[in-house]
């Protein structure tokens, strides 16, 4: 029997106690650097591990300071945030697992001053009375998207659903079937408007809506007409929808508000660097669409939110749901919002300034340099492993743009002493984690969406995966 083992029996023995590692040398250097209860369920934890290891079939040995080090590690690893920043060198820009937008520098030194002391979120200075905290960005949204009105709350489903809530609660919502997207975390088009109280209609076909379609299904019940811009995905070849000036000419004749999801919500015309399938918000609001929302945190580059522009009197409506204190934003997303949208009062600042359209928008050859300038610096720390700079393509990820590829390049590793798989997670493991995609039997990092001061710290840690310590 295992627990017979007389080897076995004597190191079982020899297990110190909770205690006596709190009261050694080390049990002192543990606890004055963090908390006592970390310190215990750290040392608990290892004992409890090394009984089990000592007693299993594969028992290869233990020692006092084979333990140590396991409490060490457990230690770090419990007094560590769980959210921790990484280095995204996979090239997609909007990376819904990674974070979605950078958030840029002037944004982030906008949210640290609001957020060290007390703000005006909700104090009118001018009149020594309580304000209301989304005057700090409805001015500067109007502005920059020419709608009456706006307003935000925490992300794009709460937008749609906010909106769905007030103007078509137990009545129908006509929509095109081939618009009944499905985003992220398996929430449906559908489950929303469910969500809402509202009754979806749906017309058309998967691959063909006309205008006709939607005056047949206008009963007296129906409250809205919605279209949902298929920002995730695309149908292509005998396809058919109906343009939004249409719908809005229709919405018009029949008295009935329009309402456009638009999804990835663009500020600028994209139509200036080539990409051709993205409209902007302005363009749309232009067309006389009543209300449109859209997020906050992908082509838009600013915080997570839900933003609904429109016709002022819809708005209000909004406003005044009890929902809409439920899904509003805080003091931190509204700053960081108010610095963005400054940002877009001049294209040129917003390109320059803002993460995602930078990495979007940023020329091949400045990519290739960045790749260049891993490389070189890989090949100095490293000696034997091969290292190359590829022609690739980036995604816009997110959820947005998803027919169009960014030209792009990236760094090259073929190990030859481990296995690709490895080097990954390996670097996974890091400090600080870097996250790179396996492409058959390299592992590339895209220059795309690695940042200048970022080089150094990839090949110190790749160096460090090909010679731990």
Same mark, same amino acid.
């Not at 919605?226 to 249409?246: C, E, M, W």
């Given at each position: 029997?295992?627990?017979?083992?007389?080897?076995?029996?004597?190191?079982?023995?020899?297990?110190?106690?909770?205690?006596?590692?709190?009261?050694?040398?080390?049990?002192?250097?543990?606890?004055?650097?963090?908390?006592?209860?970390?310190?215990?369920?750290?040392?608990?934890?290892?004992?409890?591990?090394?009984?089990?290891?000592?007693?299993?079939?594969?028992?290869?040995?233990?020692?006092?300071?084979?333990?140590?080090?396991?409490?060490?590690?457990?230690? @770090?690893? #419990?007094?560590?945030? +769980?959210?921790?920043?990484?280095?995204?060198? %996979?090239?997609? =820009?909007?990376?819904?697992? /990674?974070?979605?937008?950078?958030?840029?520098?002037?944004?982030?030194?906008?949210?640290?001053?609001?957020?060290?002391?007390?703000?005006?979120?909700?104090?009118?200075?001018?009149?020594?009375?309580?304000?209301?905290?989304?005057?700090?960005?409805?001015?500067?949204?109007?502005?920059?998207?020419?709608?009456?009105?706006?307003?935000?709350?925490?992300?794009?489903?709460?937008?749609?659903?906010?909106?769905?809530?007030?103007?078509?609660?137990?009545?129908?919502?006509?929509?095109?079937?081939?618009?009944?997207?499905?985003?992220?975390?398996?929430?449906?088009?559908?489950?929303?408007?469910?969500?809402?109280?509202?009754?979806?209609?749906?017309?058309?076909?998967?691959?063909?809506?006309?205008?006709?379609?939607?005056?047949?299904?206008?009963?007296?019940?129906?409250?809205? @007409?919605? #279209?949902?811009?298929? +920002?995730?995905?695309?149908?292509?070849?005998? %396809?058919?929808? =109906?343009?939004?000036?249409? /719908?809005?000419?229709?919405?018009?004749?029949?008295?009935?508000?329009?309402?456009?999801?638009?999804?990835?919500?663009?500020?600028?015309?994209?139509?200036?660097?080539?990409?051709?399938?993205?409209?902007?918000?302005?363009?749309?609001?232009?067309?006389?669409?009543d209300l449109v929302t859209f997020s906050g945190d992908k082509l838009l580059g600013g915080p997570q939110g839900g933003i609904i522009v429109g016709k002022k009197k819809y708005i209000e409506q909004i406003q005044?749901?009890?929902?809409?204190?439920?899904?509003?934003?805080?003091?931190?997303?509204?700053?960081?919002?108010?610095?963005?949208?400054?940002?877009?009062?001049?294209?040129?600042?917003?390109?320059?300034?803002?993460?995602?359209?930078?990495?979007?928008?940023?020329?091949?050859?400045?990519?290739?340099?960045?790749?260049?300038? @891993?490389?070189?610096?890989?090949?100095?720390?490293?000696?034997?492993?091969?290292?190359?700079?590829?022609?690739?393509?980036?995604?816009?990820?997110?959820?947005?743009?998803?027919?169009?590829?960014?030209?792009?390049?990236?760094?090259?590793?073929?190990?030859?002493?481990?296995?690709?798989?490895?080097?990954?997670?390996?670097?996974?493991?890091?400090?600080?984690?870097?996250?790179?995609?396996?492409?058959?039997?390299?592992?590339?990092?895209?220059?795309?969406?690695?940042?200048?001061?970022?080089?150094?710290?990839?090949?110190?840690?790749?160096?460090?995966?090909?010679?731990?310590?």
């Open positions: 029997m295992i627990s017979g083992n007389p080897e076995r029996q004597r190191l079982l023995a020899t297990l110190p106690s909770v205690d006596e590692l709190l009261k050694s040398s080390e049990g002192a250097a543990w606890l004055a650097h963090c908390q006592r209860r970390l310190v215990v369920q750290a040392v608990r934890e290892a004992i409890a591990g090394a009984r089990e290891e000592i007693l299993s079939l594969n028992f290869s040995g233990f020692t006092r300071a084979s333990l140590i080090q396991d409490i060490d590690r457990q230690i @770090l690893k #419990k007094a560590s945030f +769980s959210l921790r920043h990484v280095i995204n060198a %996979t090239g997609i =820009v909007l990376h819904t697992n /990674l974070g979605r937008s950078v958030l840029s520098e002037r944004m982030l030194q906008n949210v640290a001053a609001v957020s060290s002391g007390y703000s005006n979120l909700e104090y009118d200075l001018e009149a020594g009375e309580r304000g209301k905290r989304y005057v700090h960005t409805k001015n500067l949204i109007r502005d920059i998207t020419g709608a009456e009105d706006a307003f935000i709350v925490n992300n794009n489903a709460a937008a749609v659903l906010l909106c769905l809530n007030t103007l078509a609660r137990n009545r129908q919502v006509i929509v095109s079937r081939g618009e009944l997207v499905e985003i992220g975390g398996s929430f449906r088009v559908p489950d929303v408007m469910t969500a809402s109280s509202a009754q979806l209609c749906e017309v058309g076909t998967t691959n063909k809506t006309h205008l006709h379609d939607y005056c047949n299904a206008v009963t007296d019940q129906t409250a809205l @007409l919605l #279209k949902v811009h298929q +920002s995730n995905y695309r149908i292509t070849g005998f %396809t058919k929808d =109906v343009p939004v000036a249409a /719908l809005v000419d229709t919405g018009k004749r029949l008295g009935l508000p329009v309402m456009y999801d638009l999804g990835s919500g663009c500020l600028i015309d994209l139509r200036a660097y080539g990409i051709h399938s993205e409209p902007s918000v302005k363009e749309i609001v232009s067309a006389g669409v005044k749901n009890p929902l809409a204190r439920a899904l509003r934003v805080d003091k931190m997303t509204i700053a960081a919002f108010e610095s963005v949208f400054m940002s877009y009062l001049d294209e040129k600042s917003a390109v320059s300034e803002i993460p995602v359209l930078r990495m979007l928008l940023q020329s091949p050859d400045k990519i290739r340099g960045r790749a260049v300038k @891993l490389a070189n610096r890989l090949r100095k720390y490293i000696k034997q492993e091969q290292f190359e700079i590829v022609k690739d393509n980036s995604k816009a990820g997110g959820g947005s743009l998803p027919e169009i590829e960014f030209p792009t390049y990236a760094v090259s590793i073929k190990p030859v002493h481990i296995s690709v798989n490895e080097l990954e997670r390996r670097l996974r493991a890091g400090t600080p984690p870097i996250i790179a995609r396996i492409k058959g039997s390299v592992l590339l990092l895209d220059a795309r969406t690695i940042t200048d001061r970022e080089v150094e710290v990839i090949a110190s840690a790749i160096a460090a995966s090909f010679y731990p310590v």
